[in-house]
């Protein structure tokens, strides 16, 4: 029923390995994407395949994923993720006919939650934003009849780090996706991690053109979220260049 597809790097293959080991007992197809190769191939293990991609890029990694999974869904994982509820997955599964299932993540360095789950608004796109890549189980079918695909020119491994899955999710609403909220954790993911301070985040390089890029796929939601956002990155205490940049990546497009 499903496809696990866990997407790492050249330099982090061994930690991915040891992740698809740790899946084997769930009986369901495991792919790795490696980008960063030095040439394309592929290496058929005996639980697993290994895709060797040339360049970097997640969401490149995430299309290929997608391409190559022959399950009716695929769960998109990294490769520092560790399942905590599979079973729970495939009953939701099993039992609704939606397109898109979100699940809930939690730490797996600390207690409690990956981020506030609390926090749910009543307007899907802006519920949207807040969705991490690995809380996502896709149909196929879905994605493939709608030819929705991850934009290869954001995310991880681009000039615009963030925000591939958002810009995903909201041409899946916008194609009439349905979805459905698992309001449970079904993974658990590092919560400690660096450069997670308000202003270490803003400044990052890409950072602000990336909700630039995310606010121009929300039609009139747009404008009042870049001035949302333009509130933090000030509030932050980077300056208002990245508010400038932000809203330069914005109508110029």
């Not at 769960?75 to 939606?98: G, I, R």
Request: aromatic share 12%.
């Amino acid at each position: 029923m499903l496809t696990l597809a866990i997407s790492t790097t050249i330099s982090r293959i061994e930690i991915a390995k040891e992740l698809a080991k740790s899946l084997v007992s769930l009986n369901n197809e495991i792919l790795l994407i490696v980008q960063g190769a030095i040439e394309t191939q592929v290496i058929k293990c005996k639980d697993y395949e290994i895709f060797f991609l040339q360049g970097y890029g997640l969401s490149k990694s995430r299309n290929f994923a997608i391409n190559k999974a022959s399950m009716p869904y695929i769960w998109l994982l990294d490769d520092d993720v560790s399942m905590v509820n599979t079973q729970l997955v495939e009953d939701v599964l099993a039992n609704n006919n939606n397109d898109i299932f979100i699940g809930q993540i939690f730490c797996s360095d600390k207690k409690g939650y990956y981020k506030d789950y609390e926090r749910k608004n009543n307007i899907l796109k802006l519920s949207l934003l807040r969705v991490s890549s690995i809380e996502l189980v896709i149909k196929k079918e879905f994605i493939k009849e709608n030819n929705i695909f991850f934009d290869e020119s954001i995310g991880l491994g681009t000039c615009f780090p963030s925000g591939e899955e958002n810009v995903f999710l909201l041409d899946c609403l916008n194609r009439g996706a349905n979805y459905y909220w698992i309001n449970q954790p079904i993974i658990s993911h590092p919560c400690l991690l660096p450069n997670k301070s308000p202003i270490e985040y803003w400044s990052k390089r890409g950072i602000v053109e990336s909700k630039a890029i995310v606010a121009s796929n929300l039609g009139v939601l747009g404008i009042p979220i870049l001035a949302l956002w333009s509130f933090k990155i000030l509030k932050s205490g980077v300056g208002v260049k990245f508010v400038w940049l932000m809203l330069l990546k914005y109508f110029r497009g």
